[in-house]
């Protein structure tokens, strides 16, 4: 758990160096960093509705991803695999990992930056896209060149990039330009997928 804490750590001061060298370059007379990210309370516009969409996306990419994850070749490993066979005990790594290192740092860059960078030179749909876009891809990628496989490639580039499309309208759209909600739901979807590993 230790290691994992330490990663974690780590991993959110990495993914969090670029938006902060900017915000302190453009932005840091005029708000805070954390605010400036979208690390604060979500401002939801419909509570009911986020919720709603967010147990229903979520249930769709679980069970999409998962479906992809077994048609994968033997000994191709997937994110959370590292607690494969652990059992209980792993539960307080699986929460660092899921929620710090994986959700927090990805939400910072992608939804909490790139996703501002873009929207507020060419708009919210330019911005959601191009995050989007680059959050499946950094999902896609590996598994096509360990796989070799242009399905694997495309499904796992896909599935990611859409929930994080969905992640990004989320917080834009209903809660504000807050990404906590987005960081609670993709931290649930990463630890729901990290336990199912554990046995």
């Not at 990495?14 to 805070?32: D, G, M, N």
Request: hydrophobic letters at 55%; glycine letters at 10%.
């Amino acid at each position: 758990m230790i290691n994992e804490m330490i990663g974690s750590v780590v991993q959110v001061m990495l993914f969090s160096f670029l938006p902060l060298a900017v915000w302190f370059i453009t932005a840091r007379k005029r708000e805070p960093f954390l605010s400036w990210i979208g690390l604060r309370k979500p401002g939801c516009r419909n509570t009911s509705l986020a919720v709603l969409t967010a147990v229903a996306a979520t249930i769709l990419y679980i069970g999409a991803t998962n479906i992809c994850i077994k048609m994968l070749p033997e000994g191709v490993t997937a994110a959370g695999s590292q607690f494969a066979g652990e059992g209980l005990k792993a539960i307080p790594a699986v929460f660092f990992y899921a929620f710090l290192r994986t959700a927090l740092s990805e939400e910072i860059l992608f939804r909490g930056f790139v996703l501002k960078a873009i929207k507020n030179k060419a708009g919210f749909y330019a911005g959601n896209t191009v995050q989007a876009l680059i959050f499946g891809l950094l999902h896609g990628i590996p598994f096509g060149l360990v796989t070799k496989s242009i399905l694997a490639l495309v499904l796992l580039t896909l599935l990611p990039g859409l929930f994080g499309w969905y992640q990004g309208w989320l917080n834009e759209k209903q809660c504000g330009g807050s990404i906590v909600f987005s960081w609670l739901l993709h931290g649930c979807v990463n630890f729901a997928v990290a336990v199912l590993a554990l046995f």
